[in-house]
């Protein structure tokens, strides 16, 4: 009686041993490798983000919010239209890449470009549309409330901050500045944000065309079109 209680647990431990070793097999397998982008200057999350809700107006005049960033592929920037030479440069360099994805095979869908304004008071949808639209007649501009943009940019771990003629920082993002030649100092990444709506990479300047549609197809390869 003895012997057979024994070949029992035996037995079951020698089948226990065995579903272990299949199971740890499975999540190797299934497990994605991590990938390695090794580009200076690009950060690929090691989980992708959930932007925070929000709800903007694009320069249409159309609600622009989680939903618009699904079902393709995103590159967004943070600025504003008053900005004197980072975001020109960007937009500038942004419009090269987009003529690469017009040159590129049928499989080669573009994504989409978003260029979200971190001042409401003076970037109207109106004047977003001809900012925007001298870069890129495909590019969005959106603007919205200054409280539905500060949620929005801090939910994302970004920053920007207002800043008077004198070199003087304003912390108050919420208010229109007393002046009206105030600067934006602002995050001037790239993000990348993939068909699930999710932010998955970051790209710090300089930007260039050629660099950056590498590393958007190694990302599109990764998560998925």
Known sequence: ????????????????????????????????????????????LSSPVRIPPFSLTDQRGQT?????????????????????DVCPMTLREISVLFKQFDRSPGDVKAPGFVFFSVDPFRDTPEELGEYIGYFHKDFLGVTGKPENINTLVTGLGLFYIYEDPQGVFIRDVLHKPAMDNYAVVHYSGLLFVSPRGDLVATMQPPLEADTVFAVFQKLRAYYGK
């Open 1 to 44: 009686m003895v012997l057979s209680f024994s070949k029992r647990w035996v037995g079951a431990g020698f089948f226990g041993a065995i579903g272990v070793v299949v199971v740890v097999v499975a999540i190797l397998v299934i497990r994605k490798p991590t990938l390695d982008m090794n580009v200076p200057g690009v950060r690929c």
């Open 64 to 84: 622009f919010n989680n939903d618009s960033l699904t079902g393709n592929w995103t590159l967004a920037v943070i600025g504003y239209t008053y900005c004197p």
